[in-house]
């Protein structure tokens, strides 16, 4: 009797087990996925607007020139800004397919703005790479990539607050300003093409 019940017993003991494991799987594969559909769900946009000192900072236009940002962003036009790099799978190619289908959005009016996006990467992002990666995204004359040296990027973030410290903390950030000396918009979150369009307008209506 007592070698029955060890052999009925065993079984049971197995299949608990197997139950026990397989409830703290599923668990931990809920949690998983719940922060997953978390890390992914798009951050609501928060609009702030401000004034950021430019740094007097070098970059590399996807043109190979070397030019300054302040003069690059103090050229007369509105700027609409953005920072990137090439190998961002997750915000970088939201952001700039919202840049792309603002350019459609303008029409004839983008020949007025200057659309403008900065690696925080330029350790990868050589001009060759941002030409491809511009080219990825339809980019026209009047949209601008950057890059240069590790600093001069840091020294750009720093002065629009953008910087995290690496570019897999970064967020989506987009900056807009209508001439030098007035203030910056801020749009904190994902946005869309018509959201940028209408602040643009809002801007320049103002201005």
Known sequence: MRRLKKLFLGPLFLAAAFLASWGAYAESADSDMHHHHMAMAPEPARTLVGYYNLPNVDLVREDGKTVSLVK???DGRPVILNFIYTTCTTVCPV????FSQLQTALGSEKNKVHLVSISIDPEQDTPARL?????????GPEWNHYTGTVEASIAAQRAFDVYRG???NHSPVTLLRTVPGRPWVRVD???TAADLLNEYRSLTAVN
């Open 72 to 74: 690059e962003l103090d």
């Open 95 to 98: 952001t700039s397919q919202t």
């Open 131 to 139: 030409q491809q990666y511009a080219k990825k995204f339809k980019a």
């Open 189 to 191: 979150g994902f946005s």
């Open 166 to 168: 690496d570019k897999m």
